[in-house]
Protein backbone atom coordinates (compact mmCIF):
# COMPACT_ATOMS: atom_id res chain seq x y z
CA UNK A 1 0.00 0.00 0.00
CA UNK A 2 3.01 2.16 1.03
CA UNK A 3 4.54 1.53 -2.32
CA UNK A 4 1.61 2.14 -4.35
CA UNK A 5 0.50 5.28 -2.61
CA UNK A 6 4.25 6.89 -3.51
CA UNK A 7 3.85 5.47 -7.14
CA UNK A 8 0.84 7.32 -7.24
CA UNK A 9 2.72 10.75 -6.05
CA UNK A 10 5.22 10.42 -9.08
CA UNK A 11 2.42 9.91 -11.42
CA UNK A 12 0.11 12.74 -10.27
CA UNK A 13 2.70 15.22 -10.37
CA UNK A 14 3.02 14.72 -13.90
CA UNK A 15 -0.19 14.41 -14.62
CA UNK A 16 -1.27 17.28 -13.01
CA UNK A 17 1.47 19.61 -14.55
CA UNK A 18 0.55 17.99 -18.00
CA UNK A 19 -2.92 19.28 -17.09
CA UNK A 20 -2.09 22.82 -15.68
CA UNK A 21 -0.47 23.02 -19.40
CA UNK A 22 -2.91 22.07 -21.56
CA UNK A 23 -6.14 23.98 -22.38
CA UNK A 24 -8.55 24.33 -19.55
CA UNK A 25 -11.22 21.94 -19.62
CA UNK A 26 -15.22 23.35 -20.58
CA UNK A 27 -16.85 24.45 -17.11
CA UNK A 28 -19.52 22.02 -15.75
CA UNK A 29 -23.35 23.17 -16.22
CA UNK A 30 -23.45 24.14 -12.89
CA UNK A 31 -20.52 26.43 -12.70
CA UNK A 32 -19.45 29.25 -15.42
CA UNK A 33 -16.18 30.80 -13.91
CA UNK A 34 -15.22 34.30 -15.14
CA UNK A 35 -11.83 34.33 -16.74
CA UNK A 36 -9.34 35.22 -14.49
CA UNK A 37 -8.05 38.20 -13.33
CA UNK A 38 -4.51 39.80 -13.75
CA UNK A 39 -3.31 40.13 -10.04
CA UNK A 40 0.35 41.44 -8.95
CA UNK A 41 2.05 39.23 -6.26
CA UNK A 42 1.64 40.25 -2.77
CA UNK A 43 3.83 41.40 -0.06
CA UNK A 44 5.91 38.84 1.02
CA UNK A 45 5.32 36.58 -2.12
CA UNK A 46 7.48 35.85 -5.01
CA UNK A 47 7.86 37.48 -8.49
CA UNK A 48 6.04 35.69 -11.63
CA UNK A 49 8.50 35.58 -13.88
CA UNK A 50 7.36 34.57 -17.82
CA UNK A 51 3.77 35.03 -17.18
CA UNK A 52 1.76 37.16 -19.54
CA UNK A 53 -1.08 36.94 -17.08
CA UNK A 54 -0.77 36.15 -13.36
CA UNK A 55 -4.20 34.46 -12.41
CA UNK A 56 -6.18 35.91 -9.60
CA UNK A 57 -4.91 32.95 -7.21
CA UNK A 58 -3.07 33.39 -3.78
CA UNK A 59 -1.54 30.90 -2.13
CA UNK A 60 0.05 31.30 1.51
CA UNK A 61 2.55 28.47 2.89
CA UNK A 62 3.86 28.74 6.23
CA UNK A 63 6.83 26.54 7.62
CA UNK A 64 8.97 25.58 10.67
CA UNK A 65 12.18 25.50 8.72
CA UNK A 66 14.77 28.37 9.12
CA UNK A 67 15.59 30.58 6.18
CA UNK A 68 19.16 29.28 6.80
CA UNK A 69 18.67 25.78 6.12
CA UNK A 70 19.96 23.97 3.44
CA UNK A 71 16.68 21.72 3.45
CA UNK A 72 14.48 24.62 3.32
CA UNK A 73 16.06 26.26 0.69
CA UNK A 74 15.34 23.51 -1.63
CA UNK A 75 11.56 23.59 -0.46
CA UNK A 76 11.51 27.04 -1.41
CA UNK A 77 12.32 26.41 -4.87
CA UNK A 78 10.17 24.04 -5.17
CA UNK A 79 7.40 26.42 -4.10
CA UNK A 80 8.54 29.29 -6.63
CA UNK A 81 8.63 26.66 -9.45
CA UNK A 82 5.28 25.94 -9.18
CA UNK A 83 4.56 29.61 -8.51
CA UNK A 84 6.25 30.54 -11.72
CA UNK A 85 4.52 27.32 -13.66
CA UNK A 86 1.44 28.02 -12.12
CA UNK A 87 1.39 31.94 -13.18
CA UNK A 88 -0.25 32.18 -9.60
CA UNK A 89 0.99 34.43 -6.62
CA UNK A 90 2.56 32.58 -3.16
CA UNK A 91 3.54 33.83 -0.03
CA UNK A 92 6.19 32.15 2.26
CA UNK A 93 6.70 32.71 5.42
CA UNK A 94 8.43 31.23 8.70
CA UNK A 95 10.27 31.74 11.68
CA UNK A 96 14.08 32.41 12.34
CA UNK A 97 14.55 29.76 14.74
CA UNK A 98 12.05 26.36 15.88
CA UNK A 99 9.48 28.51 17.23
CA UNK A 100 6.05 27.42 17.35
CA UNK A 101 4.72 30.46 19.07
CA UNK A 102 5.95 32.62 15.82
CA UNK A 103 4.89 30.04 13.64
CA UNK A 104 1.35 29.98 15.10
CA UNK A 105 1.85 33.67 14.82
CA UNK A 106 2.66 33.20 10.63
CA UNK A 107 -0.69 31.03 10.15
CA UNK A 108 -2.68 33.56 12.15
CA UNK A 109 -1.30 36.31 9.77
CA UNK A 110 -1.90 34.23 6.44
CA UNK A 111 -5.52 33.23 7.55
CA UNK A 112 -6.23 36.76 8.09
CA UNK A 113 -5.59 37.84 4.89
CA UNK A 114 -7.95 35.44 3.30
CA UNK A 115 -5.55 33.51 1.02
CA UNK A 116 -7.13 30.59 -1.45
CA UNK A 117 -5.42 28.31 0.04
CA UNK A 118 -2.89 27.31 2.74
CA UNK A 119 0.02 25.04 2.86
CA UNK A 120 1.25 24.55 6.76
CA UNK A 121 4.14 21.90 7.98
CA UNK A 122 3.32 20.74 11.58
CA UNK A 123 6.16 19.58 13.76
CA UNK A 124 4.37 20.33 17.01
CA UNK A 125 0.39 19.73 16.03
CA UNK A 126 -0.59 20.39 20.04
CA UNK A 127 0.86 23.89 19.56
CA UNK A 128 -0.38 24.68 16.05
CA UNK A 129 -3.29 22.71 15.26
CA UNK A 130 -5.62 25.57 17.17
CA UNK A 131 -4.34 27.71 14.45
CA UNK A 132 -4.96 25.51 11.33
CA UNK A 133 -8.02 25.09 12.60
CA UNK A 134 -8.91 28.76 12.43
CA UNK A 135 -8.15 28.50 8.68
CA UNK A 136 -10.16 25.46 8.02
CA UNK A 137 -13.52 27.17 9.93
CA UNK A 138 -12.65 29.99 7.98
CA UNK A 139 -12.99 27.87 4.98
CA UNK A 140 -9.48 28.01 4.03
CA UNK A 141 -8.51 24.82 2.41
CA UNK A 142 -5.40 23.49 3.57
CA UNK A 143 -2.46 21.44 2.58
CA UNK A 144 -0.21 20.47 4.93
CA UNK A 145 4.23 19.20 4.27
CA UNK A 146 6.85 17.69 5.40
CA UNK A 147 5.74 17.00 9.29
CA UNK A 148 2.14 15.93 10.11
CA UNK A 149 1.41 13.15 7.71
CA UNK A 150 -0.34 11.49 11.36
CA UNK A 151 -2.29 13.94 12.18
CA UNK A 152 -3.19 16.02 9.57
CA UNK A 153 -6.29 14.23 9.22
CA UNK A 154 -7.69 15.64 12.60
CA UNK A 155 -7.45 19.13 11.49
CA UNK A 156 -10.20 18.76 8.41
CA UNK A 157 -6.85 19.01 6.47
CA UNK A 158 -7.00 18.00 2.91
CA UNK A 159 -4.32 15.88 2.39
CA UNK A 160 -0.49 15.15 2.82
CA UNK A 161 2.22 15.65 1.27
CA UNK A 162 5.70 14.22 2.56
CA UNK A 163 7.40 11.12 3.59
CA UNK A 164 6.81 8.64 6.35
CA UNK A 165 9.46 9.18 9.16
CA UNK A 166 8.73 5.45 10.28
CA UNK A 167 9.14 3.93 7.61
CA UNK A 168 12.13 5.65 6.33
CA UNK A 169 13.57 5.45 9.93
CA UNK A 170 13.07 1.12 9.83
CA UNK A 171 14.35 1.05 6.55
CA UNK A 172 17.61 3.23 7.55
CA UNK A 173 18.02 1.24 10.43
CA UNK A 174 17.66 -2.28 8.88
CA UNK A 175 20.50 -0.41 6.32
CA UNK A 176 23.24 -0.08 9.11
CA UNK A 177 22.19 -3.31 11.11
CA UNK A 178 22.78 -5.00 7.46
CA UNK A 179 26.55 -3.22 7.70
CA UNK A 180 27.62 -4.55 11.11
CA UNK A 181 26.56 -1.65 13.24
CA UNK A 182 26.11 -2.37 16.75
CA UNK A 183 26.06 0.57 18.69
CA UNK A 184 25.00 3.61 17.53
CA UNK A 185 23.73 7.38 18.07
CA UNK A 186 20.80 9.17 16.46
CA UNK A 187 21.68 13.36 16.63
CA UNK A 188 18.57 15.06 17.03
CA UNK A 189 18.99 18.38 16.35
CA UNK A 190 15.88 19.92 16.42
CA UNK A 191 14.45 17.90 19.65
CA UNK A 192 10.44 18.63 20.09
CA UNK A 193 9.50 18.31 16.25
CA UNK A 194 7.74 15.10 16.55
CA UNK A 195 8.85 14.03 12.74
CA UNK A 196 12.32 13.68 13.75
CA UNK A 197 11.64 11.78 17.04
CA UNK A 198 9.66 9.57 14.69
CA UNK A 199 13.06 9.01 12.55
CA UNK A 200 15.15 8.41 15.34
CA UNK A 201 12.52 5.59 16.34
CA UNK A 202 12.48 4.22 13.43
CA UNK A 203 15.84 3.32 13.24
CA UNK A 204 16.32 2.44 16.51
CA UNK A 205 13.64 -0.35 15.71
CA UNK A 206 15.24 -1.23 12.43
CA UNK A 207 18.57 -1.57 14.16
CA UNK A 208 16.43 -3.83 16.93
CA UNK A 209 16.26 -6.15 14.21
CA UNK A 210 20.12 -7.21 13.78
CA UNK A 211 20.57 -7.02 17.70
CA UNK A 212 21.89 -3.41 17.51
CA UNK A 213 20.90 -0.58 19.85
CA UNK A 214 20.66 3.32 19.29
CA UNK A 215 20.19 6.34 21.62
CA UNK A 216 19.02 9.72 21.22
CA UNK A 217 21.65 12.42 21.53
CA UNK A 218 20.21 16.26 21.73
CA UNK A 219 22.04 18.76 19.88
CA UNK A 220 21.55 22.33 19.60
CA UNK A 221 19.39 23.64 16.79
CA UNK A 222 20.65 26.16 14.31
CA UNK A 223 24.59 25.76 16.28
CA UNK A 224 26.90 23.76 14.11
CA UNK A 225 29.61 24.35 16.21
CA UNK A 226 27.33 22.81 19.38
CA UNK A 227 26.57 20.05 17.24
CA UNK A 228 30.45 19.05 16.53
CA UNK A 229 30.95 19.37 20.64
CA UNK A 230 28.10 17.39 21.12
CA UNK A 231 28.68 14.38 19.05
CA UNK A 232 32.44 14.82 20.11
CA UNK A 233 31.90 14.25 23.33
CA UNK A 234 30.19 11.17 22.58
CA UNK A 235 32.48 9.43 20.78
CA UNK A 236 35.04 10.28 23.63
CA UNK A 237 32.81 9.22 26.31
CA UNK A 238 31.64 5.95 24.09
CA UNK A 239 34.46 4.45 22.12
CA UNK A 240 32.36 1.11 21.23
CA UNK A 241 29.93 3.73 19.32
CA UNK A 242 30.07 2.57 15.83
CA UNK A 243 27.48 3.72 13.85
CA UNK A 244 25.45 7.35 13.94
CA UNK A 245 22.35 8.97 11.82
CA UNK A 246 21.74 12.57 11.53
CA UNK A 247 18.30 14.40 11.01
CA UNK A 248 19.48 16.57 8.17
CA UNK A 249 22.62 17.90 6.29
CA UNK A 250 22.61 21.08 9.06
CA UNK A 251 23.85 18.45 11.74
CA UNK A 252 25.60 15.77 9.19
CA UNK A 253 28.04 18.12 8.10
CA UNK A 254 29.35 19.24 12.04
CA UNK A 255 28.99 15.66 13.01
CA UNK A 256 31.16 14.51 10.30
CA UNK A 257 33.48 16.94 11.42
CA UNK A 258 33.70 15.63 14.73
CA UNK A 259 33.81 11.80 13.72
CA UNK A 260 36.93 13.07 11.25
CA UNK A 261 38.52 14.93 14.36
CA UNK A 262 38.25 11.88 16.66
CA UNK A 263 39.76 9.38 13.77
CA UNK A 264 37.01 7.30 13.81
CA UNK A 265 35.86 7.58 10.23
CA UNK A 266 37.00 3.82 9.72
CA UNK A 267 35.52 2.66 12.46
CA UNK A 268 31.88 5.07 12.83
CA UNK A 269 29.25 4.53 9.81
CA UNK A 270 27.26 7.12 9.02
CA UNK A 271 24.14 7.76 7.16
CA UNK A 272 21.73 11.23 7.10
CA UNK A 273 18.85 11.99 6.48
CA UNK A 274 17.76 14.48 3.95
CA UNK A 275 20.41 16.12 1.10
CA UNK A 276 23.01 18.76 0.56
CA UNK A 277 26.28 19.13 -1.47
CA UNK A 278 28.69 18.63 1.41
CA UNK A 279 26.29 15.11 2.98
CA UNK A 280 26.32 14.11 -1.07
CA UNK A 281 30.09 13.96 -1.58
CA UNK A 282 30.65 12.39 1.46
CA UNK A 283 27.95 9.77 0.55
CA UNK A 284 30.20 10.01 -2.77
CA UNK A 285 33.52 9.90 -1.33
CA UNK A 286 32.64 6.53 1.10
CA UNK A 287 32.71 9.08 4.01
CA UNK A 288 29.24 8.13 4.91
CA UNK A 289 27.32 5.50 3.87
CA UNK A 290 23.84 6.27 2.57
CA UNK A 291 21.71 9.21 2.79
CA UNK A 292 17.71 9.45 2.92
CA UNK A 293 15.81 11.52 0.41
CA UNK A 294 12.54 13.01 1.22
CA UNK A 295 12.39 14.86 -2.26
CA UNK A 296 11.18 18.13 -0.54
CA UNK A 297 10.95 19.50 -3.83
CA UNK A 298 8.25 18.09 -4.14
CA UNK A 299 6.65 18.89 -0.90
CA UNK A 300 7.03 22.53 -1.87
CA UNK A 301 5.88 21.97 -5.45
CA UNK A 302 3.05 19.69 -5.04
CA UNK A 303 0.95 21.30 -2.38
CA UNK A 304 0.85 24.31 -4.39
CA UNK A 305 0.11 22.57 -7.44
CA UNK A 306 -3.03 20.89 -5.62
CA UNK A 307 -4.51 23.66 -4.10
CA UNK A 308 -4.36 25.70 -7.41
CA UNK A 309 -6.46 22.66 -8.58
CA UNK A 310 -8.78 22.60 -5.88
CA UNK A 311 -9.81 26.04 -6.28
CA UNK A 312 -10.11 25.55 -10.00
CA UNK A 313 -11.84 22.64 -10.07
CA UNK A 314 -12.75 21.29 -6.51
CA UNK A 315 -10.22 18.19 -7.56
CA UNK A 316 -8.05 16.69 -4.61
CA UNK A 317 -6.37 13.57 -4.62
CA UNK A 318 -5.14 11.42 -1.78
CA UNK A 319 -8.23 9.83 -0.62
CA UNK A 320 -7.72 11.33 2.79
CA UNK A 321 -4.09 9.82 2.94
CA UNK A 322 -0.60 11.29 2.62
CA UNK A 323 0.88 11.63 -0.73
CA UNK A 324 4.68 10.34 -0.17
CA UNK A 325 7.43 11.90 -1.65
CA UNK A 326 9.79 9.64 -0.20
CA UNK A 327 11.68 7.95 0.89
CA UNK A 328 14.63 7.30 -1.66
CA UNK A 329 17.57 6.14 -0.93
CA UNK A 330 21.15 7.50 -2.09
CA UNK A 331 23.89 5.34 -1.99
CA UNK A 332 27.98 6.31 -3.61
CA UNK A 333 26.37 4.59 -6.97
CA UNK A 334 24.03 7.15 -7.30
CA UNK A 335 25.70 10.32 -5.74
CA UNK A 336 27.16 11.98 -8.40
CA UNK A 337 23.84 12.29 -10.22
CA UNK A 338 21.90 13.24 -7.78
CA UNK A 339 24.47 15.63 -6.46
CA UNK A 340 24.07 17.93 -9.90
CA UNK A 341 20.75 18.34 -8.58
CA UNK A 342 21.56 19.13 -5.57
CA UNK A 343 23.67 21.99 -6.76
CA UNK A 344 20.89 23.11 -9.01
CA UNK A 345 18.48 23.26 -5.60
CA UNK A 346 16.20 20.85 -6.52
CA UNK A 347 17.48 17.63 -4.43
Known amino acids: MRMTRRLAAANLLALLIVSCQAAAPAAPPTAAPAAPAAAAPAAGGSNVGGCTVTKDVR??????????????????????QAQKDLCITVEYSSPETFDMVRMGELIDAAVAKKPDGLVV???????????????????????????????FQKFGILTHVGSDEAVAGMAGGRRLGAMGVKNAICVNDEVGNAALDTRCEGFTKGLAESGAKMKVLAAPTGDPVGVQNAVAASLQSDPTID???????????????????????????????????????????????????QQQFLQGYMPVLLLMLYKQYLLMPGGGQPILSGPNFVTKDTAATVLSLSKNGIR
Not at 138 to 148: C, F, Y
Not at 278 to 287: N, S, W
Open 121 to 151: SLPDASALGPHVKKAVDAGIPVVSMNSGSDV
Open 243 to 293: GVVTMGPDGAVPTLKAIKAADRLKTVKMATFDLGPDTLQAVQGGEMQFAID
Open 59 to 80: IAVVTHGQPTSNFWAVVQNGVK
